[in-house]
């Protein structure tokens, strides 16, 4: 069994989380729970980034559009929120894209759409580049 990355940091991430969700419940846009937990990231001295904008390779160029993170944390964890009904493959998927884009190797998807929260760790592999989802 691996190990699983960033474990401290991962599990005091969705902890903050769990609280802005308990407190808010579910049913509010995106940037509400973004505001929760950029207060609850200041609050308790976790370094982050908001809205990192990230450029985007091609070949010999980079692409006109970006990609912009919700969050960065601990400059080495993507954190994305989402406010859906449940997280689809699809947000799998762009979280593979997002570790890509970062170089981070972490991306968590966090859903605060559903009665209870919802989330999802995304890993990158580096010794192999190849791209593996790992629940957690």
């Known amino acids: 069994m691996s190990e699983i990355i960033y474990k401290k940091e991962s599990y005091e991430i969705i902890g ?16 509400v729970y973004k505001d929760a937990l950029e207060y609850e990231f200041q609050k308790h001295g976790i370094k982050y980034q ?16 970006s990609y912009n993170s ?3 944390v601990y ?14 493959d699809d947000f799998i998927i762009k979280g593979l894209n997002y570790c890509r884009a970062s170089e981070c ?11 209870s929260l919802s ?13 593996l989802d790992r629940i957690s």
């Open 16 to 31: 903050i989380c769990m609280e802005v969700h308990r407190l808010l419940g579910p049913g509010f846009l995106e940037v």
């Open 50 to 65: 908001r809205e990192k904008k990230y450029n985007i390779a091609y070949k010999d160029i980079t692409l006109k559009h």
């Open 70 to 72: 919700d969050f960065v």
């Open 75 to 88: 400059d080495k964890i993507i954190l994305e929120v989402k406010a859906v009904s449940s997280i689809s």
């Open 105 to 115: 190797f972490l991306t968590i998807i966090v859903n605060f759409g559903e009665a």
């Open 119 to 131: 989330y999802r760790r995304v890993v990158m592999d580096d010794k192999y580049f190849q791209w």
